[in-house]
């Protein structure tokens, strides 16, 4: 059974920092991109950063370029993603998700999500 439990959410006012994790077990990780997604309140879920199978490649979201940092550990099965400089509009539900053996940054050919993790952004 696949899992991707996110975490390290939370409050945080704007300009502070967070860390993201997503844990993954029940597949075969370094056959998998990885990525971040959001949803802001009232808004479609949407791309923020994905990180390719060795972790060579990253591509961001223009939002977020410069602020986040996404990164993976293959041995330990996990996926971060660093968020600097937060920003009020920032403030969305966090998911992961794993893409089997492709790389990109659509949200329907992701394979597996997680249920996602709050974060929020006070002015």
């Known amino acids: 059974q696949v899992q991707l439990v996110e975490s390290g959410g939370g409050l945080v006012q704007a300009g502070g920092s967070l860390r993201l994790t997503c844990a993954a077990s029940?597949?075969?990780?370094?056959?998998?991109?990885m990525g971040w997604f959001r949803q802001p309140p009232g808004k479609e879920r949407e791309f923020v950063a994905v990180?390719?199978?060795?972790?060579?490649?990253?591509d961001y979201a223009g939002s977020v370029k410069g602020r986040f940092t996404i990164s993976r550990d293959n041995a330990k099965n996990m996926v971060y993603l660093q968020m600097n400089s937060l920003k009020p509009e920032d403030t969305a539900v966090y998911y992961c998700?794993?893409?089997?053996?492709?790389?990109?940054?659509?949200?329907?050919?992701?394979?597996?999500w997680g249920q996602g993790t709050q974060v929020t952004v006070s002015s």
């Open positions: 998700a794993a893409r089997w053996r492709s790389y990109g940054t659509g949200l329907d050919e992701n394979n597996y």
């Open positions: 990180i390719s199978r060795s972790g060579g490649n990253t």
């Open positions: 029940g597949l075969s990780f370094s056959v998998y991109s």
